[in-house]
């Protein structure tokens, strides 16, 4: 009966992960990049209670069917953010990048008198 009720908490622990992994997602697309870190940040000790419920529950295989499931869902939804987040770093990356190269440019064939006799290298 106890480890019942235990296994019903964690599964709702589990469900608020993943609800919160599909608000994160969301804030990730609003670009509300404060907030979803903050969000991240404030999960880590759900994750531990669940961790700790974990280590002391002995399931049954059904319960154990029904773990693997949530927590698949909430792999998969986690992995979709990191792919998310590592994409609009490589775009942001992209944009230095270019940014930088204009401004050397600009620099390159500004006729100050300070830069007069400057070499560009153009491979960069």
Known sequence: MQDEKQFEQLML???????GSED?????????FDN????IKSRE???LSCKCI???????????????KILDE??????????KL????????MEIRK????????????MSQLQKGSILNIQE
């Open 13 to 19: 622990q589990y469900q608020q992960l993943k609800n």
């Open 24 to 32: 994160i997602s969301r804030m990730i697309d609003n670009e509300d």
């Open 36 to 39: 979803a870190i903050t969000m």
């Open 45 to 47: 000790q759900l994750f």
């Open 54 to 68: 974990r280590k002391y529950l002995e399931l049954t295989p059904v319960q154990e069917k029904e773990l693997e």
């Open 74 to 83: 909430l792999r998969d939804s986690e992995m979709r953010n990191i792919k």
């Open 86 to 93: 590592e994409k609009g770093m490589e775009s942001i990356q």
């Open 99 to 110: 940014t930088q190269k204009s401004q050397k440019l600009q620099q390159a064939y500004d």
